[in-house]
């Protein structure tokens, strides 16, 4: 199994443009979690899916963000207009219900 | 609501030096425990996990944990830790019933060689 397949690995943007993020969770894997690791605010879900319908979307931060989850084998998390601020890592992970999660490797956006 | 603290933020340690990080949880109903760790650049990996059984609990690269029930605690040791062990450990817990990990704010762990 190839794991979680996030892309791509940095991004680097100005301030204002438009930004995706893509995740593939683990084939089988009914849960997928987006999470954003800041060095001030540490590790925060965003968002996450059960079987690809949104279950809780109380950690994001602003309209700004939207997340969608069109079928099993693909996430994605957009940012429209990108800021400074959201410069992070971006995390998706996956799990089944009687798993523990599953990392992938995540996105290093930097907003200039 | 769930929370999970990890009370050190940074530990500095020797090779060979004996390290146990501290995680307490505050929730009252059964949990299931993580321990993921952090290496520089990387992904959270899974250290070790605890649904049920036996309460000690033996990880990958020599990592165990032990769950106490009674004082909501599930602390990570390591008998001798190794420069290569340099990196942040975050404790998480899933309620028994859902699917959404909550995290410790994670302690970084360098190793001096």
């Known amino acids: 199994d190839a794991g979680v397949i996030q892309s791509p690995r940095h991004e680097v943007t100005e301030m204002g443009q438009e930004v995706t993020l893509r995740c593939k969770p683990i084939s089988g894997h009914d849960y997928l979690f987006w999470y954003r690791q800041t060095m001030m605010r540490g590790l925060e879900l965003l968002i996450y899916f059960n079987n690809n319908v949104p279950i809780d979307d109380s950690g994001m931060p602003e309209d700004r963000f939207s997340a969608k989850m069109p079928n099993a084998s693909f996430s994605t998390l957009k940012i429209q207009p990108s800021e400074p601020r959201d410069s992070a890592v971006y995390f998706c992970?996956?799990?089944?219900?009687?798993?523990?999660?599953?990392f992938g490797s995540g996105t290093r956006l930097t907003v200039v | 609501a769930q929370s999970v603290s990890q009370h050190n933020h940074h530990v500095i340690l020797s090779e060979a030096a004996s390290l146990e990080l501290g995680c307490n949880y505050s929730y009252g109903g059964t949990v299931n425990l993580f321990w993921y760790v952090q290496y520089p650049g990387q992904h959270l990996q899974l250290l070790l996990k605890?649904?049920?059984?036996?309460?000690l609990v033996k990880g990958i690269k020599g990592f165990e944990a032990e769950f106490i029930k009674s004082k909501f605690s599930f602390n990570l040791r390591k008998p001798s830790v190794q420069w290569s062990d340099t990196a942040e450990y975050f404790c998480?817990?899933?309620?028994?019933?859902?699917?959404?990990?909550?995290f410790g704010g994670g302690t970084r762990v360098l190793v001096k060689p």
């Open positions: 605890y649904f049920s059984g036996d309460p």
């Open positions: 992970a996956s799990s089944s219900r009687v798993g523990g999660y599953t």
């Open positions: 998480a817990i899933l309620k028994a019933a859902g699917n959404k990990l909550t």
